[in-house]
């Protein structure tokens, strides 16, 4: 018979295990649940990504596609290399050709300091030529007797050579000027006026050298006059600096300078 309200009920828990499969249907476990939100997010995260970097042009299109311009360089950005080429031919070493552009004379001045900077000008068959070769010819009788004065006599005595500037015997003469970079402060069709910033290594690599190679930081100034088709120097000036603080770093030995002055070749250099 039906019992009523007031009468007292029984309940009976059983085990987990022998519970109706309609309670555990009712409910899903929470790791699942975690799982699923976890998956959920990262799908959201992946689509955002996507959908973000779908409108960023592509940084190499300009490079591949014809239809697209190389921007010109921003102004104030001189210091940057042209990459234009320095110089159609060589005249006894040294490059020559250069054009007839303002470009063309910042590279005709550092390639013309690298030829001065060299051991050859310690020797005077070979600075004599070299001052030919960079010369303007209304200017060259001053400029070979302000560089014979310069390189010759004292000055290839106080490095240890000797009056025809070669070193001693089992010594290397070291002497190389290496551009850094080239300013332009006045230019017109006819003339130019070019700083160069230099660093250079001058000395006597060896065991028994008393002049050990050293490294000098200057700025040379050349006057550059356009004539016979090409940049030649009519006048060059020199100064110290400006010279960075000297590194922390071991010197080298006779031996390895020697081999690096014999293995390492120079440049071309262009503006």
């Keep these: 018979m039906p019992l009523s309200d007031d009468q007292p009920h029984t309940r009976t828990r059983l085990p987990v295990g022998e519970q109706p499969s309609s309670q555990l249907n009712g409910r899903q476990p929470r790791p699942l649940r975690t799982l699923l939100t976890v998956l959920v997010v990262v799908t959201l995260l992946v689509v955002a990504i996507s959908i973000a970097n779908h409108g960023k042009p592509d940084p190499g299109g300009n490079a591949r596609s014809s239809d697209h311009a190389t921007p010109a360089a921003p102004p104030g950005a ?16 040294i490059p020559s050709g250069y054009p007839h552009t303002d470009q063309g004379a910042q590279s005709a001045a550092a390639n013309y300091a690298v030829a001065m900077g060299g051991a050859d000008m310690f020797r005077t068959d070979t600075r004599h030529t070299i001052v030919t070769t960079i010369a303007d010819p209304a200017a060259l009788p001053t400029l070979q007797s302000r560089l014979d004065q310069g390189f010759g006599g004292d000055t290839a005595a106080r490095y240890g050579l000797d009056a025809q500037g070669h070193a001693p015997k089992g010594l290397t003469f070291v ?36 002049q050990p190679v050293t490294a000098n930081w200057f700025t040379l100034t050349f006057s550059l006059r356009w004539t016979a088709g090409d940049w030649k120097v009519s006048e060059y000036s020199r100064k110290a600096g400006p010279a960075p603080m000297p590194a922390d770093q071991q010197a080298a030995t006779a031996e390895e300078i020697s081999g690096a002055v014999e293995q390492f070749g120079g440049f071309r250099y262009a503006r």
């Design 78 to 93: 001189g210091p940057a290399p042209s990459g234009d080429q320095p110089a159609g031919t060589t005249t006894n070493g």
């Design 175 to 210: 002497s190389r000027t290496v551009p850094v970079g080239t300013k332009q402060t006045g230019y017109s069709d006819a003339e130019a006026k070019i700083e160069v910033w230099c660093s250079g290594l001058t000395g006597l690599a060896g065991e028994r050298s008393v």
